[in-house]
């Protein structure tokens, strides 16, 4: 039983570029979240999906995108990387309050 | 909106000390409150959770009381030991916007290190 399965785990961008963090689980959860860490902030919430086919904004949004690709997937996309997204990336799912989050993803733009 | 303040860190415990870590939150429904623990280069792992006023969670010797009244779900743990060194997250979900499926609002996180 995998859990939340995030690739890649670490990645280097430079100014400008593009990426996707793909986010997958097997839990058959209906929600899934995309979390930012950043040392001093805590997690804060870039986007998230209540249930499949529907998405919403969370607390830091601008400079993403996000797919809800079917009910297993979730992926974030950077179009343009600047430095300020320099950070650890965590992708989560939830069902009745049980949350479970994917690794991370450390992306660091240059 | 939803908002959970902890104390801030760093807090440097010798082993066998008692800890303490203090969490109060701002809901305006009825939220599940939540500890979470990051080993250093780990993800987040849930520690204890309570859903409702006055219950009490607890695992591996950790504890926290869902104190409505004081809005409070502090972490106390009797003994620490070396292997405790990590991050804490306390973190919220409201209830009262969805049926259980409303994102995680977390605090800032308080890292813990304990020197033997």
């Known amino acids: 039983n995998a859990g939340v399965t995030q690739t890649p785990k670490f990645q280097v961008l430079k100014t400008g570029q593009s990426m996707t963090l793909q986010c997958a689980q097997d839990m058959n959860h209906n929600s899934m979240y995309w979390y930012r860490q950043d040392p001093g902030m805590g997690l804060r919430l870039i986007y998230y999906?209540?249930?499949?086919?529907?998405?919403d904004k969370g607390e830091v949004p601008n400079g993403y995108n996000v797919s809800r690709l079917n009910k297993r997937e979730f992926s974030l996309r950077l179009e343009s990387a600047a430095p300020s997204q320099t950070s650890v990336y965590f992708c989560?799912?939830?069902?009745?309050?049980?949350?479970?989050f994917g690794s991370g993803t450390r992306l660091t733009v240059v | 909106g939803d908002s959970v303040t902890q104390m801030e860190g760093p807090v440097t415990l010798s082993e066998e000390a008692f800890l303490t870590i203090n969490c109060t939150y701002t809901?305006?429904?009825?939220?599940?409150l939540f500890w979470y623990v990051q080993y250093p280069g780990e993800g987040l792992q849930l520690l204890l959770k309570a859903t409702k006023a006055d219950d009490k969670g607890s695992n591996k010797g950790f504890e926290a009381t869902y104190r409505k009244e004081t809005t409070s779900f502090h972490l106390e743990k009797g003994s620490v030991q070396v292997s405790d060194s990590a991050v804490y997250f306390c973190a919220l979900s409201d209830q009262f916007q969805n049926s259980g499926n409303t994102p995680l609002v977390f605090g800032k996180g308080t890292r813990l290190s304990v020197i033997a």
């Open positions: 809901a305006t429904g009825y939220p599940s």
């Open positions: 989560a799912s939830s069902a009745n309050y049980g949350y479970t």
């Open positions: 999906s209540a249930s499949e086919g529907t998405t």
